[in-house]
C-alpha cells in the first residue's frame, strides 16, 4: 500500500491561520508585531527567501522591515545595525539572513550572538539553545518546530516512538533531537561516523532525514508503516529540487511520506511567524 502524502501546503496554512489569529489579538492589545531582516550582499537565493519572509509578515498583518546592507559590510557595522533593532520596541523579532559574505562568514557565530536572546526568531542564540535542552523551550528553531507541528496536526504519534534523525546540525538534526526528546520519543541522531546507518534507520517508526545528500534514505532503510520526514533540499539540476529520500520506492514502503518540494520545507516561514508572535509575547510580559 502506497504512504499518505503529507503535503506541507496544508499545513502551513492552518499554522499561518492560528498566527494570523494571534497577531489580531496583539493589536487589540496595542501591540503589532514586527520582524526585521538583516540581508548582507546580493545572493539570490537569499533575496528570494526574504522576500518570502515579508510578503508572509504582510499577509498575517506583522510589520516587516528588510534591512539590506551591501557585500562589503563590516562586521562592526552588522553588530551596530542589530544593537539598534535589539533597542527598538516595535521591532519583536531579528532574524540575520544567512549566509553571510564570505569576509565575515567566520564572525557569523559572534554576530548571530548578538541577537537579544528575546528577539531571537531563528532560535539559533545560545540562550534559546540552552532553554530548549533543559526542556523549557521559548524560541525554537523553525524548521524542527515545523516537523513536530506537521506530526501533531497529521495526528501521528510522538510519545513512546522510535526516532531516529539523519544529520546533526545546529539549524535542524540537535534541535529537533531535543523536541522529540520532548515529547517523549526515543531519539537517535545519526551522521557521517555513524555504523550501520540503514539498520538504525529501519528500527525507525519516525524517519528524519536532513543530510542534504540526494536518495541517501533508500526504500531498504524504511521500517514498513514509517513516518517519513524528508527535510532536504538539493539543487541537482538548475530546476530541479530534491530531497534526502528516494520518494518513488520509499512510498510504497512508509506509512506517510513528506514530498520535496512541497513538503515540510513550506513550514518553515510559518513557524518562523509563529515565532514573531512569540517573541512579541514574550516582550509584551517583560
Ligand atoms: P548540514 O550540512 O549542516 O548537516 C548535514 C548533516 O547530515 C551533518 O550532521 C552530517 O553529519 C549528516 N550527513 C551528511 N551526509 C551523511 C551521510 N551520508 N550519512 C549520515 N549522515 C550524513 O545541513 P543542514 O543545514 O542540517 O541541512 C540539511 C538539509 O536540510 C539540506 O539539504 C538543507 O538544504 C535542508 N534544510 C532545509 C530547510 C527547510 O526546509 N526550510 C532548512 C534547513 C535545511
Do not use: W
Not at 103 to 113: P, Q, R, V, Y
Not at 114 to 136: A, E, M, Q, T, Y
Not at 191 to 202: F, Q, S
Amino acid at each position: 500500500m502506497s504512504a499518505k502524502i503529507l503535503y506541507g501546503k496544508d499545513f502551513a496554512a492552518q499554522i499561518k491561520e492560528s498566527a494570523r489569529l494571534e497577531v489580531e489579538n496583539l493589536k487589540n492589545l496595542g501591540v503589532t508585531p514586527g520582524l526585521a531582516v538583516i540581508i548582507v550582499g546580493e545572493n539570490p537565493a537569499s533575496q528570494v527567501y526574504v522576500r518570502n519572509k515579508h510578503k508572509t509578515c504582510e499577509e498575517l498583518g506583522i510589520r516587516s522591515e528588510i534591512v539590506a546592507l551591501p557585500e562589503n559590510t563590516t562586521k562592526n557595522t552588522l553588530i551596530n545595525t542589530i544593537d539598534a533593532l535589539n533597542a527598538d520596541k516595535n521591532t519583536h523579532g531579528i532574524l540575520v539572513q544567512l549566509p553571510l559574505p564570505a569576509e565575515i562568514k567566520n564572525s557569523s557565530e559572534e554576530i548571530l550572538n548578538r541577537i537579544d536572546p528575546r528577539k531571537d526568531v531563528d532560535g539559533f542564540h545560545p540562550v534559546n539553545v540552552g532553554n530548549l535542552v533543559i526542556g523549557s523551550p521559548k524560541l525554537v528553531p523553525c524548521t524542527p518546530a515545523g516537523c513536530i507541528e506537521m506530526l501533531d496536526l497529521a495526528n501521528i504519534e510522538i510519545d513512546g516512538k522510535r526516532a531516529v534523525i539523519i544529520g546533526r546540525s545546529n539549524i535542524v538534526g540537535k534541535p529537533l533531537f531535543h523536541l522529540l526528546l520532548a515529547r517523549h520519543a526515543t531519539v537517535t541522531i545519526c551522521h557521517t561516523h555513524t555504523k550501520n546507518l540503514p539498520e538504525i534507520a529501519r528500527e525507525a517508526d519516525i524517519l528524519v532525514a536532513a543530510s542534504g545528500k540526494p536518495n541517501l534514505v533508500t526504500a531498504d532503510m524504511v521500517k514498513p508503516g514509517a513516518t517519513v520526514i524528508d527535510v532536504g533540499i538539493n539543487r541537482i539540476a538548475p530546476k530541479k529540487l530534491v530531497g534526502d529520500v528516494d520518494f518513488d520506492a520509499v512510498k510504497e514502503i512508509a506509512g506517510a511520506i513528506t514530498p520535496v518540494p512541497g513538503g515540510v520545507g513550506l513550514l518553515t516561514v510559518a513557524m518562523l511567524m509563529k515565532n514573531v508572535v512569540k517573541a512579541a509575547k514574550l516582550q509584551l510580559k517583560a
